[in-house]
């Protein structure tokens, strides 16, 4: 079935309800990407979907799944006299267990907020006298921009220029949930913006391996409606493939220049996920041929002990798809948008910041997709 922008939504709905009678059992779909739960929460969709069809957070944010002890190395590197630390603003705020970096910064740290990888390359070439180093977190769709900065690097002999790599590959990290065993997903919503880069191929070992469906899907409400109708379609018929929901950006074989830059410059790697642990081959690693512009590498010495998280922060299950944001008991209370305790409350896509802008309790739906009459109607039947 393709997309069509004369698709009927109610069409969809009503397919989407009968399929759940037809199935008369509980459904969990877990929405990999943060942005997925973005749009689920903002748009009012879950409140649409019949009662026994979840819709489950997944660990498809990259702030929210780096461990704090990758805060804590940054920490460390931020400390140093001769250093400055480049990263993206969502990272500022995320806690390890030595603090954040905020707050290393405002105690007189060299902690800059950059755009781009290329922003802090730039950086670099302009403090010849300081070591500039990147924190380079996100998943294939941050890999190709940061690979070439790094090969500019190289080419350009910017020798004062490295990165802290916490970069990760989403499919490995899909299959560790499955392979886990505690991780109850009948289907996959997978993430646009990685697809568009790694296409539809890499997921088919979901379908093969694990028996569970994987469907591509956009960002619009639409899209995500459509994406839902095509996992049920295959979970009624007992099919489990990769399908393509989202055409218009996605194919099969993505992009191939991007990867191409992403095997130049990395090699896959274990990586430690916050909520996942440690995943076999999810990470991204730099090749040996880049080493003069690996931090761990540069600058010996920052091993640090894992981290600790706040005991009652459900981060964890979270990005398992064991716990919605509500259930835990610091959210909105002790954990908030201008105060943290968790990760997945820092990042814009992370799912209790995402719960609690657009998605509390008496708070539904803000953007006018459905009518108030069907919001009403739902406001508290999810149950959270
Ligand atoms: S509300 Fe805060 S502490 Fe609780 S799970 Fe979310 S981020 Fe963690
Ligand atoms: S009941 Fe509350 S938490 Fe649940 S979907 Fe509706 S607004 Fe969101």
């Not at 059992?25 to 979840?54: F, K, Q, W, Y």
């Not at 390890?96 to 730039?122: C, F, M, N, P, T």
């Not at 989403?170 to 296409?199: E, K, N, T």
């Amino acid at each position: 079935m393709e997309w069509s922008a004369n698709s009927n939504l109610k069409q969809r709905l009503d397919r989407i309800h009968d399929f759940m009678k037809r199935l008369a059992r509980p459904v969990r779909i877990m929405e990999v990407c943060g942005t997925h739960t973005v749009t689920a929460c903002r748009s009012g969709l879950r409140a649409l979907l019949p009662d026994n069809l979840a819709l489950l957070s997944g660990p498809g944010c990259p702030v929210c799944v780096t461990p704090a002890d990758f805060i804590d190395r940054a920490i460390l590197l931020a400390r140093r006299p001769d250093a400055v630390i480049a990263t993206f603003g969502d990272l500022l705020r995320v806690p390890g267990s030595l603090g954040a970096l905020e707050l290393e910064k405002a105690k007189g740290s060299r902690v800059r907020i950059v755009y781009s990888a290329l922003d802090a390359l730039e950086l670099a070439a302009k403090n010849g006298e300081r070591k500039v180093i990147f924190l380079a977190v996100g998943f294939e769709t941050t890999a190709p921009g940061i690979a070439w900065v790094v090969r500019q690097a190289a080419e350009r002999g910017v020798k004062n220029f490295s990165i802290l790599g916490a970069l990760k590959t989403m499919p490995a990290a899909m299959a560790a949930l499955l392979s886990a065993g505690d991780a109850d997903i009948d289907g996959f919503l997978c993430p646009g913006h990685v697809s568009s880069i790694i296409g539809t191929h890499p997921y088919e070992f979901i379908g093969r391996d694990y028996q569970r469906p994987c469907v591509i899907a956009g960002f619009e409400p639409l899209d995500m409606v459509l994406a839902i109708e095509m996992l049920l379609e295959q979970i009624v018929s007992g099919r489990a493939k990769v399908r393509n929901g989202y055409r218009r950006a996605v194919g099969a074989e993505g992009n191939r220049p991007a990867r191409a830059i992403i095997a130049e410059v990395f090699a896959p790697a274990d990586a430690e996920w916050r909520g996942l642990g440690l995943v076999p081959g999810s990470g991204l690693k730099l090749k040996k041929r880049f080493k003069n512009h690996d931090a761990e590498t540069l600058f010996p010495g920052l091993d640090v002990p894992p981290g600790v998280d706040d005991p009652e922060c459900l981060c964890g299950a979270i990005l398992r798809g064991r716990a919605v944001p509500s259930a835990c008991p610091l959210f909105g209370r002790k954990c908030t948008p201008s105060s943290p305790v968790g990760a997945c409350m820092v990042s814009a896509e992370g799912a209790c910041a995402a719960y609690y802008k657009y998605c509390r309790c008496g708070g539904i739906a803000r953007k006018e997709l459905f009518s108030s009459a069907q919001r009403g109607a739902k406001a508290d039947r999810c149950g959270l």
